[in-house]
């Protein structure tokens, strides 16, 4: 079993429960507007920001034009107009007290903080991962958070990584491994960089790209039985 020091986590869909977050956000938001929140809304919002986080990751798009964006665009196709930027701004407010875990994963970062350095790697908005992060009870497990807002870059681009690891001090990347939900973001960006990497994979989705990770997990308790932290635990 090969033996790890630094482990990096994705947040969202990772670690913190952002499909919940983001469902009671957009209740909020649309709440405050006066229009109801139809399924079909919300599923045709939910395709417009994947597909803008797509071109944000394929450095197609800013990270501004994705979010001050994403509710126009959406009201647009109802034929609306509307002020993205404001409804960015509004949303944002709701989403940063959504900081529902992922099942699991207080206990599982709780296990491995004291035996391996443990790093936070997420595309986002820094004031609201801060602020999730810190809600979850999470912030303190971690020896360094590291936003795409804050880098210039996002996963998975080689110069995220390259803005990590330099922060690092003895950093190793043989002795590394990313564990995160995305294919086209973690484990494509943790391959490119050289590292392992570890797919959580709760909905057992097929892999349907040439991207292949070096393990892969439906539960997060899993990560265990490859890091083999019971027999370390044991020997202790």
Avoid at 9 to 29: C, M, P, R, S, Y
Avoid at 115 to 122: A, C, G, N, R, S
Avoid at 141 to 154: N, R
Wanted: hydrophobic share 40%; aromatic share 12%; with cysteine.
């Amino acid at each position: 079993m090969k033996e790890y020091k630094t482990l990096f986590f994705d947040v969202d869909d990772t670690l913190l429960d952002f499909g919940a977050a983001e469902k009671i956000a957009l209740q909020l938001l649309f709440e405050e507007q006066n229009i109801p929140l139809t399924s079909e809304i919300e599923e045709k919002y939910k395709r417009i920001n994947q597909g803008l986080w797509k071109r944000f990751e394929g450095g197609e798009l800013s990270r501004d034009e994705v979010v001050n964006t994403r509710f126009s665009l959406l009201f647009n196709q109802y034929g609306k107009e509307a002020d993205g930027t404001l409804l960015e701004k509004n949303y944002r407010s709701f989403l940063e007290q959504g900081h529902q875990l992922v099942n699991g994963a207080f206990e599982l970062i709780t296990e491995l903080n004291s035996q391996y350095d443990l790093y936070i790697v997420t595309n986002g908005v820094s004031s609201t991962q801060d602020k999730r992060l810190r809600a979850s009870g999470l912030y303190p497990l971690f020896k360094g958070i590291f936003v795409s807002e804050d880098t210039g870059f996002q996963k998975p681009m080689k110069e995220f990584f390259d803005y990590v690891f330099a922060r690092i001090p003895h950093f190793e990347v043989n002795q590394a491994l990313i564990i995160g939900d995305s294919l086209s973001a973690d484990i494509l960006g943790g391959t490119a960089a050289g590292m392992d990497t570890c797919w959580f994979n709760p909905k057992m989705k097929p892999i349907d790209s040439d991207i292949i990770p070096t393990y892969q997990i439906h539960k997060l308790e899993e990560l265990k039985r490859i890091l083999s932290v019971r027999d370390r635990i044991g020997a202790c």
